[in-house]
């Protein structure tokens, strides 16, 4: 009798706590140092969400170091309930296929994408590239200097894959920081790079670089003009994406609940004005939306990363 | 001009000129504290600031910034531990200077040199920023190689008697730095499998060992020999703090020349502090030839400190004309600047003038403000230094060494780096290798390697890139001139006797 109370006891907890999810404040680990554009879009996040968590708070947590392994070795180790979560971008897709990782991009439950920064190719003011096909067409038979972040990012593997969508043919110069790249650009010193399209509103501005092509067919606030890939039947949408992920043993419905909240928090007149203003492009993925787009792009991640491995 | 008037006017109303206080007290503590530095802190701070109005949020962050570099001088004085990386060539002379009984000196001259340096570089950012971040930009991968060619030439010049060590010790340096992820091919080298070693020996927590952990067991040395002998050593005393008028006329050149050095350093992103001390403490040398530098003279303190923080303004150049950081601390203001919904980039100064000249000001205010507080701190530490006992003070400073390494990566293994390199120290110093070379290296070489294979990318194997472009072109010429002063001198000195 009295095991059978403790079990009912137990079972009504549970039930409790499940349905008036989240009764405690809801930790995020961000990877990366503060400041950072995943630290700030995160923190721009936090602001908005007791509005949208039973007035829980959303703390942020940096863990940074390890090229952001160690933050993401934690999030993958967090008890899957809910209480803690991952700042997860495309880093915990390629890092373990680079590095000896004790997690893959496999083992979260994704919760929401609030952030999609497409990839964008882009020129020095006074470059004699004027059109995308230009482009395309002059780096198949010569080889074109092409600045990124570093090897092995997103930027770099964009470069990759018109390297192979169209035979061109990149000199590349990897830089160790987006900061470095943009020097290189600005001074000419480099005669095209990869980037992302939050990166660059101001000096595109400003006057200082133009913009050949955009990696993807959404639609951004000042990006109507800018040509776009596909128009040379380059599909893939590629770009920064930044999102949230529970460990993948998280209960479904603590998911579904953590989905519907930030998906409320990513569409708040504040938080998008806050994102806006700094220059964030927005682009807002539920959960199913956001892992059928992850998968897609970890198939692209795998093609261009194993080989160096 | 008169946004630079009302600036000053906000800068200096009493709640915002608090704020900056609490900064510049807050950076000269963590600056002084060894394994703590600017960086950490502003890391810390910049989250904090999402609550504050944009004026308070960026009065504290200048403070801090400002003042860390010079409080790291302090306990490289006392010490010869770098509070920062900023001060390890202020160890050379000021601590040795320190032993003499100068130490009140040393601080009074660091002091002096510091703050006339951050004056000097936040002039020329409040008047030529715009200008100057063009200059930056003239800075491609044949020029960054360059550069770095250059700062390790400083280490033939550094030599005087002792150019095989310093050599076999630059050497040694590069090859750690070529531990990690080649930046060109992403393909990992001497890693073993660890994935701290994935990024490159950390650079801080080596500093930790090289300098802090040495210290301590030179420490506990000196206290097995006091035991035996009996004998404890002499204390050395403080002595005063202001430098005399002959010496302060006489050390005029030298704070300049930093000032200049540092200001030129920061405008170029990613050339950093330690290329810029090394720079103005070897261009000083060179020019005071005769005199005995490494046994406390005040010009080897003067150089330095007046270039470290001239870096500090010098690096928000290309910061705020550009929206480019020139090192790793002043990229955590473009962090803070959207936080505060402010986007950086080059239409800063037209779009939000009023923030860019309050953080302008704000700098050079700072700078102001640290002069007295760091003298009081200096004296007050100094007095503490030296009035409790070695075994007490070693402990405290293993205590800080320890978590100073863990919290740059929040990882225990950088407590094991900060030991190794502590071990290594000690090796060193007992067989008279230099630890600065080293250091030098370790920061140089990756440049001078990502430099040289992007030139290589650039010009499609062809090494005339190197001289077809000027800048690249004149530096290294310099750094072969540098290369060949002490054969000069050593050929002069042949033709005399002979």
Known sequence: ?309 | MDIIYSSFATVLTPDVFFVLALGVLLGLVVGAIPGLNDTITLAVLVPVTFSMSPHYAFALLVGVYCSACYGGSIPAILLKIPGTASSVVTTMDGNAMARKGEGGLALGISTISSVSGGLFSAVVLMFFAPALAGYALRFGPPEYCALAVLGLSTVAGMSGKKVLKNLIVCVLGLLISTIGMSPQTGFPRYTMGVMLLYEGVPLVPMLIGLFGVSSVLHMLERLGNEREQGVPEQLPVVGKTLPSRALLISLAPVILLGSVVGTVIGIIPGAGMIMAIYLAYDLTRTRYRSLPFGTGVPHGVAAPESANNAVVSGSMVPLLALGVPGNSTSALFLGALMIQGLRPGPALFKENPETAFFIIVAFFVANLIMGPMGLCLGRMLAKVIFRISTLLLSGCIVLLCCTGAFSVGLDPVYIWVALIFGVIGFIMDKTGLPQAPLVLAMVLGPMMETGFEQSLVLSKGSFLIFFQRPISCAMLIVSALFCLIPVFTWLRAKLKTA
């Open chain 1, 1 to 309: 009798m009295k095991r059978l109370l403790t079990a009912l006891c137990f079972a009504a907890l549970t039930c409790g706590s499940a349905s008036a999810f989240p009764d405690k404040d809801v930790k995020i680990i961000v990877p990366f140092a503060p400041g950072g554009g995943v630290d700030v879009t995160v923190r721009f996040l936090s602001e908005v969400a007791p509005k949208y968590m039973d007035g829980k708070n959303l703390i942020v947590e940096n863990m940074p170091g390890g090229g952001a392994v160690i933050g993401q070795t934690a999030g993958a180790n967090a008890r899957p309930d809910g209480y803690t979560l991952l700042a997860y971008t495309s880093s915990v897709v390629s890092n373990p296929m680079q590095k000896q990782t004790s997690f893959t991009y496999k083992d979260f439950a994704l919760v929401n994408m609030y952030c999609f920064d497409p990839e964008v190719l882009v020129v020095p003011k006074d470059s004699p590239f004027k059109t995308l096909k230009d482009f395309i067409e002059a780096s198949k038979t010569e080889e074109i200097s092409m600045a990124t972040p570093g090897h092995s990012t997103s930027h770099h593997l964009a470069a990759q894959l018109l390297e192979q969508h169209f035979g061109s043919k990149f000199g590349y110069i990897h830089s160790s920081s987006s900061a470095q790249q943009l020097t290189q650009l600005l001074g000419g010193h480099v005669q095209s790079s990869m980037m992302a399209l939050g990166e660059i509103t101001s000096y595109v501005a400003d006057g200082s670089i133009r913009v050949l092509g955009l990696m993807s067919d959404a639609n951004y606030a000042g990006a109507e003009n800018y040509t776009r890939f596909s128009s040379l039947g380059f599909n893939t949408e590629w770009g920064a994406f930044r999102g949230v992920a529970a460990p993948s043993r998280t209960p479904k419905d603590v998911v579904k609940s953590l989905s519907d909240a930030f998906e409320k928090m990513a569409n708040d007149p504040a938080f998008k004005e806050r994102m806006d203003k700094a220059g964030f492009p927005m682009q807002v993925y539920n959960a199913e939306q956001f892992s059928k787009y992850v998968d897609e792009v970890a198939v692209i991640y795998e093609k261009l990363l194993k080989p160096a491995k």
